[in-house]
Structure formats: structure tokens, C-alpha cells
């Protein structure tokens, strides 16, 4: 369970102790989490539905805390995506795409061990 230390009407507070939440998650337990959102929404969609909502609640969850970074101050963390080279765009352009591939992502967790 999440335990509430911050203001629960501060929305970025939310989303960072989600982000924190999900980051402190074994492998197994993320990847566990997926299959079951996985399976409940195939109740409700076709297999490519519900493979779709699992992989993007996956992305989300595993964005919490960006998404409350930007929450808080949004012209800083739009003044660093502006101070990018073209070679620094190109490559978190390409990290981005790369990490919606969800066998890129579990690999670099396996590395990590």
C-alpha cells in the first residue's frame, strides 16, 4: 500500500509516489502486474486490445515519476528538451521509440543483474 506523506490534493506528489511505487518492484512482480491487467482486459477487448492497455498501463506506470516532474514545473522540463543538441534529440528520439519495444526494456533490466 502507498503510504500518503505529501499533500493528497498535490497531483505531481501522486505521481511521483507512484513512479517510486513501481520502481521499487522486482521484475517478476511488474511483470506480473502487466499479465494480470492483461488478462482482466481481455474480459472486455480482443487479445490485441488487451495486449495493447496492458503494454501502455505498463509505459505509465513506469513514467509515474516523469509525469510528475513535468507536473511541477513544466517550462524547466521542456527548457532541458530545448537545451538538446540535434544528436542528443536524435538519440532520446530513438530511446524512446526503442523502449516502447517491451523486450528492450526487460533487457535492460536482465543486464542490470
Same mark, same amino acid.
Request: proline share 4%; aromatic share 10%; glycine share 14%.
Given at each position: ?14 505521481? /511521483? ?5 513501481? *520502481? ?6 511488474? +511483470?506480473?502486474?502487466? @499479465?494480470?491487467?492483461? =488478462? ?11 495486449i495493447t492497455f496492458g503494454l501502455a498501463a505498463g509505459d505509465v506506470l513506469g513514467m509515474a515519476g /516523469? ?5 511541477? *514545473? ?6 532541458? +528538451?530545448?537545451?538538446? @543538441?540535434?544528436?542528443? =534529440? ?24
Amino acid at each position: 500500500m502507498i503510504q500518503a506523506v505529501h499533500d493528497p490534493a498535490c497531483l505531481a506528489c501522486v505521481f /511521483e509516489d507512484i513512479g517510486d511505487w513501481w *520502481n521499487g518492484l522486482d521484475t517478476v512482480d511488474q +511483470l506480473m502486474i502487466i @499479465g494480470s491487467l492483461i =488478462a482482466l482486459s481481455l474480459l472486455f477487448t480482443g487479445p490485441w486490445g488487451a495486449i495493447t492497455f496492458g503494454l501502455a498501463a505498463g509505459d505509465v506506470l513506469g513514467m509515474a515519476g /516523469e509525469f510528475g516532474t513535468f507536473l511541477r *514545473n513544466p517550462r524547466a522540463w521542456l527548457a532541458g +528538451l530545448a537545451r538538446m @543538441g540535434p544528436q542528443e =534529440a536524435l538519440a532520446f528520439g530513438i530511446e524512446a521509440g526503442l523502449n516502447r519495444i517491451p523486450q528492450v526494456r526487460i533487457g535492460k533490466k536482465i543486464e542490470s543483474f
